[in-house]
């Protein structure tokens, strides 16, 4: 039973992983380390990104702040 619905579960990852690639289906480990190293770089500028606004952002409230 559990071996069973273990099984069913990868089943469905791979599925939905196959889904998401639909476009490239039979994709190389090598492509796929391409998109996840691709994937992380972006994740990473996103971060920074957004870090870089969030002190911004905090800088000019304080700046408003200090002019009240």
């Known amino acids: 039973m559990t071996k069973d619905t273990t099984v ?3 089943q469905r990852k ?3 992983r196959i ?4 476009w490239s ?4 480990t090598e492509q796929t380390l391409k998109q996840k190293t691709m994937r992380s770089e ?3 500028m996103l971060e ?3 870090r870089s606004k969030m002190k911004h952002n905090r800088m ?3 700046v408003k702040a200090n002019r009240m």
């Open 19 to 22: 889904t998401k690639m639909s």
């Open 48 to 50: 920074s990104k957004m």
């Open 8 to 10: 069913m579960r990868i």
């Open 14 to 16: 791979q599925r939905k």
């Open 60 to 62: 000019r409230s304080e």
């Open 25 to 28: 289906f039979q994709t190389t």
């Open 42 to 44: 972006l994740r990473k």
